[in-house]
């Protein structure tokens, strides 16, 4: 084996796309994410620094990560982000940085992403009226939200995209005027099916509003979908474009329609535990290794054992699942 080999798995996946959790820490408290109250998170020495995170990245980068995206918690509590993004569009081989934000903070610090190197933004909208917004969310914030979506499109990033978590019994009437929002300015919806990645355990399957469901509520209300090009391979959604040319919108469905087979994606989360699924019930430890006199070669073999334990698929809907321990805030959206 090369020292610059790609990240191989045993299936054959090459591994290009690396998501950073730069906090546990939200503003916010969605329930298909967080726990209402008495959060545990992280001591703040548990936290990889900037200089941390960006050897991480130039270690990953060297073996053929390219793709990178900052997520939490909610990015964008943590301070002088845009330094971060800077440093880690600076790293050879990196060619795309993008950002999962819930919006909250984003009017003040969009411009300042823009400028720093972030080129793709996806931000969290599982609603558009206050009420849904609030029994999902537990918090108020609605109005920032659509404020910092307005700042983003402000900024003029490359792409912006709306994500909305479709679960059944509350989301249903949010569908249409989601879709119609996103189109109406120029931004690409997607839904993403209700996962077991909870705080407290009360996911169930028939919570589940499917893509298939959504993809039928949209055309009965606005017009037929065609199926779009996939520009990746690789990407999580399947893409549906508008008839009438006005928009697009992707489903991310991996409770019906698992997508592990072109799975290319890495996780660090934000102490530094590499995780090679989203559902993965094992970690790989690299704050051990930097922070306790681990050498670059040691960080790369670290990533290549963790990617070479990665399973066929996450097995949701197999009798065997096993949910991981931690919640979604924990892991890294």
Not at 234 to 262: H, K, L, M
């Amino acid at each position: 084996m090369t020292s610059n080999e790609p990240l191989i798995d045993t299936l054959g996946r090459v591994h290009t796309n690396l998501r950073l959790s730069v906090t546990d820490r939200c503003n916010i408290r969605c329930f298909y994410c967080m726990p209402d109250e008495n959060v545990r998170f992280l001591p703040r020495r548990e936290i990889l620094t900037f200089e941390e995170i960006e050897r991480f990245v130039r270690v990953a980068a060297s073996l053929g990560v390219n793709k990178l995206r900052l997520t939490g918690g909610e990015p964008l509590v943590r301070a002088e982000l845009p330094r971060l993004v800077e440093r880690l569009a600076a790293i050879e081989g990196i060619y795309d940085i993008a950002l999962t934000t819930n919006g909250i903070l984003l009017e003040e610090q969009a411009q300042a992403l823009k400028d720093a190197g972030l080129a793709r933004i996806n931000i969290s909208l599982d609603a558009l009226t206050e009420e849904t917004f609030r029994k999902i969310a537990r918090r108020d914030g609605l109005d920032r939200v659509l404020a910092g979506i307005a700042a983003a499109k402000a900024a003029d990033f490359k792409k912006i995209r709306l994500n909305a978590v479709a679960i059944k019994g509350i989301t249903e009437p949010e569908v249409v005027p989601l879709a119609n929002f996103a189109r109406a300015g120029g931004m690409e919806m997607r839904f993403i099916e209700f996962m077991p990645l909870d705080a407290e355990n009360n996911w169930q399957h028939d919570q589940v509003l499917s893509g298939q469901e959504i993809r039928r509520q949209i055309e009965q209300a606005i017009g037929p979908l065609e199926p779009a090009q996939r520009t990746d391979p690789s990407q999580p959604a399947t893409d549906y474009r508008f008839a009438d040319g006005s928009g697009t919108i992707g489903f991310i469905n991996p409770v019906t329609q698992p997508f592990c087979e072109d799975c290319n994606r890495l996780r660090i989360t934000a102490e530094g535990k590499i995780r090679n699924c989203l559902f993965s019930t094992v970690e790989w430890d690299a704050r051990a290794l930097l922070r306790g006199g681990g050498t670059d070669p040691d960080l790369a073999q670290l990533l290549r054992d963790c990617v070479r334990a990665k399973k066929p698929g996450h097995g949701i809907d197999s009798p065997g699942f096993v949910r991981p321990a931690r919640a979604m805030y924990e892991i890294g959206g």
